[in-house]
């Protein structure tokens, strides 16, 4: 005997869902979202976790590949995508300088540098310097990408803190500082610019540790009886004793004083 019968099947359809790659900088967080076009009520699992929600909050050191399993609900059909994470690095950024140190007045150019090429780079200073006294190569210079330093020129009057952010293609940023020693010109006085003959000359200096005297900016004046070259910061001379180091028919004498800082 034969017997023929049917019998309907319902073949569901396993859900399509898609996730976007990322991009983020070390030290970031990156959110996946997984999207279904549909209807129907999903339940999600990231990584064999039931998270039962399509998004994913991921804190990765290094580059990573995540993910995601969609269920409808009554359903044992899944449907998978993966998403990757890409991590790069922020440069590593060095200030350097002509000059370790300048005196009040004085120009100073630093260089901002890094192990990749810069794509910008942004300058702050702390105190603010008056913009007739300092240039940039770009305060906010966009390199094309092939070079990798940028250039800021100041003449400073106090000690100085400059902040490069340096930031390569990838938008990942670094932070540099440097600070910049400005000592202030020693203070010269004296007794009077013109003297009478016969009468003595007192010249005082401060704001240096040691002292250097000088006639009109010339060489270094070598006398042993007056000893104008001393290590303090007075010279006291009589009248004799300019005449005598600084030569007669003068009715008026000019010194100069270098201080050295320590």
């Known amino acids: 005997c034969i017997g023929n019968g049917t019998h309907k099947i319902k073949v569901n359809k396993a859900p399509v869902i898609t996730v976007q790659d990322q991009t983020i900088c070390k030290g970031e967080s990156a959110t996946l979202t997984a999207v279904y076009d549909g209807d129907d009520e ?4 990231w990584m064999g976790q039931n998270n039962q929600t399509n998004t994913l909050k991921v804190y990765p050191l290094s580059d990573q ?11 044992t059909c899944e449907g998978k995508a993966e998403a990757s994470v890409k991590v790069h690095s922020a440069p590593y950024v060095n200030i350097t300088a002509n000059k370790t140190s300048i005196c009040e007045g004085e120009n100073i150019q630093l260089k901002a540098s890094a192990d990749v090429p810069i794509y910008k780079t942004t ?21 094309n990408l092939g070079r990798n330093d940028s250039i800021i020129n100041a003449k400073l009057s106090d000690v100085t803190l400059f902040t490069a952010t340096v930031q390569n293609e990838f938008g990942c940023t670094a932070i540099k500082t440097a600070s910049v020693l400005v ?7 004296t007794d009077a610019e013109t003297i009478c003959d016969g009468t003595n000359l007192d010249i005082s200096a401060t704001g240096a540790s040691t ?11 070598n006398n042993p009886t007056a000893q104008p070259i001393t290590t303090g910061t007075r010279l006291q001379m009589s009248d004799a004793q300019l005449k005598s180091n600084f030569g007669t ?4 004498y000019t010194f100069y004083v270098i201080g050295e800082e320590n």
Do not use: C, M, R
Not at 131 to 141: L, R, V
């Open 123 to 143: 300058w702050g200073h702390t105190p603010n310097v008056p913009a007739d006294d300092i240039s940039y190569d770009g305060k906010e210079y966009v390199s």
């Open 183 to 189: 000592f202030k010109k020693p203070v010269i006085q």
């Open 42 to 45: 999903i339940s999600w699992n």
């Open 65 to 75: 590949t995540y993910t995601v399993t969609a269920t409808v609900a009554g359903q």
């Open 211 to 221: 002292y250097k005297w000088f006639k009109n900016q010339q060489t270094n004046i």
């Open 249 to 252: 028919g003068l009715s008026s």
